[in-house]
């Protein structure tokens, strides 16, 4: 009933940009925290932007701080991600992910914060 839809990987060379989006249905996003993880192959999955519903203040992974901009379109249920200057340690299959309505809560970078997740987008920088 409630899918999120990743679009938007590829495979680029470093210092490329990319710019995902994640589309969803079933919830409107207007009441929602909203986030982006990544996983990579043998490593656990990480945290790496989160916008929360109630301030609309983006927060971001250190690894990723002035590289990268999430942004939202309530209005069309979609989340973007606009990647600048990759870098191959950004390689990782990129997923969406949001807790359902008026969640009030401050934690916003860990996983199990997050009931619906979409299936994932590859991402892979070359060196």
């Known amino acids: 009933q409630v899918q999120l839809v990743e679009s938007g990987g590829g495979l680029v060379q470093a210092g490329d940009s990319l710019r995902l989006s994640c589309v969803g249905s079933?919830?409107?996003?207007?009441?929602?925290?909203i986030a982006w993880f990544r996983q990579a192959p043998g490593k656990e999955r990480e945290f790496v932007a989160a916008?929360?519903?109630?301030?609309?203040?983006?927060y971001y992974a250190d690894s990723v701080k002035g590289r990268f901009a999430i942004s939202r379109d309530n209005a069309k249920s979609t989340l973007y991600l606009q990647m600048n200057n990759l870098k191959p340690e950004d390689t990782a299959v990129y997923y969406c992910?949001?807790?359902?309505?008026?969640?009030?809560?401050?934690?916003?970078?860990?996983?199990?914060?997050?009931?619906?997740w979409g299936q994932g987008t590859q991402v892979t920088v070359a060196p």
């Open positions: 992910a949001r807790t359902y309505n008026n969640d009030y809560s401050a934690i916003y970078d860990v996983s199990g914060q997050y009931r619906y």
């Open positions: 079933g919830l409107p996003f207007s009441t929602a925290n």
């Open positions: 916008s929360r519903w109630r301030t609309g203040v983006p």
